[in-house]
């Protein structure tokens, strides 16, 4: 089962990698400072102005996204800020919660520990991708039918857990169900129906 907090993305740039590099980039100018200051030959270490922002292309729902982001911006903050897709939900934001579920590549990952650039080059899908049109897509009718939330804050992590459970086991047994959705915590503890509502969207995807 694929983790949610992954240590490498699509393009090898990750959350934890680029405050590595942003280590090692701080390491070179602390080293150049040193050469400058012996006499020798200083390298310009090409820091990058804060707040300065690029051009990041991101396919999301089957739609292409151009936007400027700061290298710093995580999926999740460019979803909701930039582009206005709120389904995927700030929780703890470091990747403990999984409110901010989303499918990359129709895997699930944590949007909050996802920098937008690396979701450059992937197909995002969040919530909002799994409707059609003002009708609900299997997953959420079985959540609705289940009744499977209380104050439903964390709802829409929780089904994007189960779309991209269900996308590659379309029949889990109830252990994998709680495994597939054990990334994503619900406070009000509506686990057993968000089980259910799991075993239900496998059913209503297989056409039952
Ligand atoms: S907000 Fe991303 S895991 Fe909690
Ligand atoms: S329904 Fe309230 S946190 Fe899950």
Known sequence: MPRKNPTTGPDGLTRRGFLTSMGTGAIGVAASADLFAAGKEAVDPQVMPA????????????????VLAEPRWTLLYVLREVIGLTGAKPGC??????????????????????LAAEAQGSEVTTLEGLMDGETLGPVQTAFAEADAFQCGYCTPGQIMAVEGLLRTN?????????????????????YKHIFEAAHRAAELKRGK
């Open 51 to 66: 707040g300065r922002t690029s051009k990041v292309v991101l396919r999301i729902n089957g739609e292409t996204h151009v």
């Open 93 to 114: 934001e470091r990747g403990e919660c999984g409110a901010c579920t989303v499918l990359i590549d129709g895997v699930a990952r944590y949007a909050c520990l996802t």
């Open 170 to 190: 379309p029949n889990p047994s109830a252990e994998e169900i709680r495994r597939g959705a054990s990334g994503n915590l619900c406070r009000c503890g509506a």
